[in-house]
């Protein structure tokens, strides 16, 4: 784990830094599907992505899901940030995609290293930027993509983050996180099946043309 912590940010985060983060970090191992925060939750550690990826979703009132960004190695989670921070209720979730390894770093190391470390400041202000545009990219998906292509740019986000066309995930599954009903999911998917796009098995789809 030590290693792969160096080798996703041994190149951005001074020596020092790291050693820091090895002496009161917690290694963390978690399987696909783990439900790391839950909404409501007071959060007292940051997580940093050592690999895999996890995927951050928002609950409207009667309960369902909206997929807003995954995130992969070598980053963190802005809204994680600012709850630890100002110590407020979590209002995301936060699932592993993937199976997936953490360093979870202590709440009151954050505020001390931002005074103490520039490229542990940098890192936070890149990680509230980077975070900002994904919720901006969800907004505009949203709001100007029709449903199908939403469709169509959530199954190539998923096989570029793990690395692989096949795409185990249920039509539920889907609907659940891009806001819709199942029934217009498998309608769609079989519109990008007709235009070559995708093939649907069984158990899971292929993407193709990416």
């Known amino acids: 784990m030590i290693e792969e912590l160096k ?31 839950e909404i409501g939750e007071y959060i007292n550690v940051m997580p ?16 369902d899901e909206l997929l807003l960004y995954f995130l992969e190695q070598g980053k963190t989670c802005a ?26 770093i202590p709440v009151q190391k954050m505020e001390e290293w931002s005074g103490k470390y520039k490229s542990w400041r940098h890192f936070v202000f890149e ?12 907004i505009d ?18 096989s570029r983050i793990s690395n692989d066309n096949k795409i185990n995930s249920t039509h539920q599954d889907i609907a659940y996180e891009l806001h819709t009903s199942r029934v217009v999911i498998s309608r769609l998917l079989k519109k990008l099946e007709n235009l070559g796009k ?13």
Do not use: P, W
């Not at 940010?9 to 191992?29: C, N």
């Open 127 to 138: 990680s509230y930027h980077n975070r900002l545009n994904e919720m901006l990219d969800t």
């Open 48 to 63: 940093l992505l050592v690999s895999g990826v996890i995927k951050i979703l928002r609950e409207d009132n009667d309960g």
């Open 7 to 37: 080798a996703n940010y041994g190149h951005r985060f001074e020596d020092a830094l790291i050693d820091e983060i090895i002496q009161v970090g917690t290694f963390k191992e978690v399987s696909e599907g783990f439900k790391m925060i």
């Open 141 to 158: 998906n949203i709001a100007f993509l029709k449903m199908d292509e939403r469709l169509l740019k959530y199954l190539q986000e998923k």
């Open 198 to 210: 995708i093939q649907l098995h069984r158990n899971y789809i292929i993407i193709k043309n990416i």
């Open 79 to 104: 809204m994680t940030m600012g709850c630890c921070i100002g110590q407020t209720k979590s209002e995301i979730r936060a699932i592993a995609e993937t199976d997936t390894k953490l360093i979870m």
